[in-house]
């Protein structure tokens, strides 16, 4: 009877201290590795950084497709920008210009 109870007592002593060094290592394990741990937030945070950066790309090119298209307005043309796009379109070119030929498949617009 005696050692039923040592083992009851060491039963006793030892299961809830177990459960609670597991409860904590499982919650500093989620906090690095989890679904939303250190290791998620930063590959957040560098998708986040990512998507800022094609943003502003977006945003730059827009600006400079936009700034083209209200050059080629009626009441707005602008004679630089007709002036290129008629050499693109006919393939058109002064006597005292270098000409450098793109393959078929190689357009500039």
Known sequence: MHIFHAIKR??????????????TAYFVKNTFDG??????FRIQQEQMIRAQQS????????NAWNKRVKGLKENALDADLLDE?????????HSDEI???????EHLY
């Open 10 to 23: 060491f039963i006793k002593a030892t299961i809830p201290p177990l459960f609670f060094l597991m409860l």
């Open 35 to 40: 679904d939303y741990g250190l290791k998620s």
């Open 55 to 62: 943003q502003k790309d977006a945003i730059s090119e827009f």
């Open 85 to 93: 796009r008629t050499r693109v379109m006919l393939s058109y070119a």
């Open 99 to 105: 000409v450098i030929p793109y393959k078929t498949n």
